[in-house]
């Protein structure tokens, strides 16, 4: 029956999982541990669950939800600004682990978010070691910036910084590499990525390892999903900017790069680009479109398992 449906929302802290059940006033708190979430695990499979809810952390609910997936309950990842913006809709202001609870079981019962797709061992390392590629990135430019400025009595410092830097950058490029030859699975889909013009090994792996839904979602669902879809913002016989919002930051940024190169040498979106600027569109309205056109051929060469095509049409 529809009324026996139960919508869960756990509020996550280091130290504690928060969880509260909808319908229901029940709710009670137990610690974020192995052995409290196999706890949690046998109550809830005791009971017809319809969607569980917990917000990104950064990194706390990693393994609450790696548990949850890997006995089939369905659990979403959602981003805390929304569900704060549905509190505060709702005129619920006050905020506490358990009033927040509350709030995701509500959210998930309304909003019915995407349930996570959960990645293999392989794609999981993967992002890994992307994730601290891009940490190490960010790490050199900024001592590649303060050398600019730095005196000569701390230059040597910096260039022994930078120098490590580089090191481990080569090394982790390795690694990657390396991983996604040796996977199968990774290295198809690689393969299949990168024969796209534009295409290269960072978007392909970034791809690859943090965006496990490419290929099960339409054209629309993808675009939100990673955040290059338009929003309207209209009102009455206003007509309002539509802007992008949301999605994977991460992602997207890579996106952007590869979508530079795609406007220079993949036929398909060097048009799509000069069109839109000839239209009299912005460089940057033009780029995102052009971002939004490169993600849905990827998204199609996945679904289909159909490398790239002169003549493709997603």
Not at 108 to 135: D, F, I, N, T
Not at 163 to 189: A, G, Y
Request: glycine share 6%; aromatic share 6%.
């Amino acid at each position: 029956m529809a009324e026996d449906k139960v919508y869960v929302g756990i509020d996550v802290s280091k130290a504690w999982l928060d969880i509260a059940l909808h319908p229901g006033q029940e709710s009670w708190r137990i610690e974020n541990t192995q052995k409290g979430i196999r706890t949690l695990i046998q109550h809830f499979q005791s009971l017809q669950i319809e969607q569980i809810v917990v917000e990104a952390t950064g990194g706390y609910e990693a393994q609450l939800v790696d548990k949850l997936s890997l006995v089939a309950l369905p659990v979403s990842r959602v981003n805390p600004l929304r569900v704060r913006k549905f509190a505060q809709g709702l005129n619920w202001l006050a905020k506490t682990d358990k009033i927040d609870a509350k709030v995701l079981a509500l959210f998930g019962e309304k909003a019915q978010p995407r349930r996570v797709v959960l990645p293999s061992a392989a794609e999981k390392r993967l992002s890994a070691l992307l994730k601290r590629r891009k940490q190490v990135l960010d790490m050199l430019t900024a001592e590649q910036n303060r050398m600019d400025l730095a005196e000569k009595d701390v230059q040597a410092y910096i260039e022994k910084i930078i120098q490590v830097l580089k090191k481990q950058l080569e090394d982790l490029d390795t690694q990657i590499h390396d991983l996604i030859d040796q996977t199968p699975e990774l290295k198809q889909k690689q393969d299949l990525l990168q024969s796209v013009p534009g295409v290269g090994k960072v978007l392909s792996a970034t791809l690859v390892s943090q965006v496990p839904e490419l290929g099960c979602c339409d054209r629309k669902e993808i675009a939100a999903l990673v955040g290059v879809a338009p929003f309207n913002h209209d009102s009455g016989k206003k007509r309002g900017k539509r802007m992008i919002r949301g999605g994977r930051a991460f992602i997207r940024n890579v996106l952007y790069m590869a979508t530079l190169s795609a406007t220079r040498f993949n036929p398909i979106i060097q048009a799509m680009y000069q069109r839109l600027l000839t239209a009299g569109k912005q460089k940057k309205v033009a780029i995102v479109a052009c971002m939004r056109k490169l993600l849905t051929i990827l998204n199609a060469i996945i679904r289909t398992q159909t490398a790239w095509q002169p003549a493709f049409t997603p």
